[in-house]
């Protein structure tokens, strides 16, 4: 630690009068020097006013320099201080044994002082290096955590803004996006120790899967609107070029992710998009997927999307109750959806009857409070 006058600070450990004098009028000059005369009182300083550097005698009665440095290592407070062994002992066992202990230098007594100060300033010059390398990590650190959360930020933005493409043309594709996100997530930690999806799930930031849910109608941007937003039901044909929108959004998202190699969440986003209206039984559209080639996002995607749907109301329908949409979902266990999600759907039956009610025209941030994420929200008002 500097002193008042911005000298380092040494602590000279030496049972023996004769060697502190020569070293304190040597170094005196030079830095700010404090000493112990065992090892006991070093420990203490040390505790009260950590030096820069420290001198140490081996050989003192009671605890001996080894056993000093020892304890001076275990503490991450002191571990860093640069520690000289000054000794008489030649051997080279004790040279070895020094440094292994964690001691910058070794010098044997009798020293020439010249040497000790040359030493001295070379290991100074190294700890402030060291601290100064130390403090650029830290500030680096700092702005990269900026840097990514700005560039999270930004992506949540965007992410946000495609999603609100489709709820431009569908009025009533905002809650049911918001909802159909925690439904998702509901699902992926509910599924994340079964046996069957722990290997996917495991390796996915539920956060993730959710915000990448909420871009499953993004192709609906290419559907034209006289049949989007007719106020009755579809007829077959219009209901065919409704079905284009899980084409339309691979093609946006698949596009994105062959310009970005590698994001994973834009991968997972396009099986949503593509994947969410296949069924179990091979039936579903666009590709008449089956089983577990239907990806796992895309399946859970399916329930989410189902239940939401059944339990809204429509211009051409009245709303099902929870009830009885857990009872249309069990119906289609098989057949329209993977049995193994929809055993975790029941699971989450009074779960998802909240999230559909308590998300009912309110804003994330009313939902969220002051939670970091939706996972975190999540878990503990729903811990599954």
Known sequence: MKSEEGRSSVLIVDDTDINVDILVDALGGLYDIKVAMDGESALELVKQNPPDIILLDVVMPGMSGYDVCIELKSDPKTSDIPVIFLTAMTDINDK???????????????????????????????????????????????????????????????????????????????????????????????????????????????????????????????????????????????????????????????????????????????????????????????????????????????????????????????PMTNGEAVEFILSQSGTHFDPDVVAAFVELEDTFNFVANELTGASMEEVFGSKASLSEWLGEKFPV
């Open 96 to 318: 070895a044994r020094g440094f292994d202990l964690g001691a910058v230098d070794y010098m044997v007594k009798p020293f020439d002082i010249r040497e000790v100060q040359a030493r001295i300033d070379v290991h100074l010059s190294l700890l402030n290096a060291k601290k100064a390398l130390k403090q650029q990590n830290e500030l680096l650190e700092i702005k990269v955590k900026e840097r990514t959360q700005e560039l999270s930020v930004t992506q949540s933005v965007i992410i946000e803004a495609m999603a609100s493409l489709a709820e431009t043309r569908d009025q009533e594709t905002g809650d049911h996006v918001m909802r159909t996100r925690f439904y998702v997530q509901l699902l992926a930690v509910k599924l994340a120790s079964h046996p069957k999806f722990e290997n996917f799930l495991r390796q996915q930031d539920p956060d993730d899967l959710g915000t990448a849910a909420t871009l499953h109608d993004i192709g609906k941007v290419g559907v034209p609107d006289h049949i989007l937003l007719k106020p009755a039901r579809l007829t077959p044909e219009e209901f065919e070029e409704v079905k284009k929108h899980t084409i339309y959004g691979h093609n946006i998202l698949n596009k994105l992710a062959h310009r970005l190699p590698g994001n994973s969440f834009l991968k997972l986003a396009d099986d949503i998009a593509w994947s969410h209206h296949e069924k179990w039984n091979g039936f579903g559209y666009p590709r008449g997927l089956k089983g577990d080639d239907i990806p796992i996002p895309g399946r859970l995607m399916a329930i989410a999307d189902v239940y939401d749907a059944i339990i809204s109301p429509r211009v051409y329908k009245g």
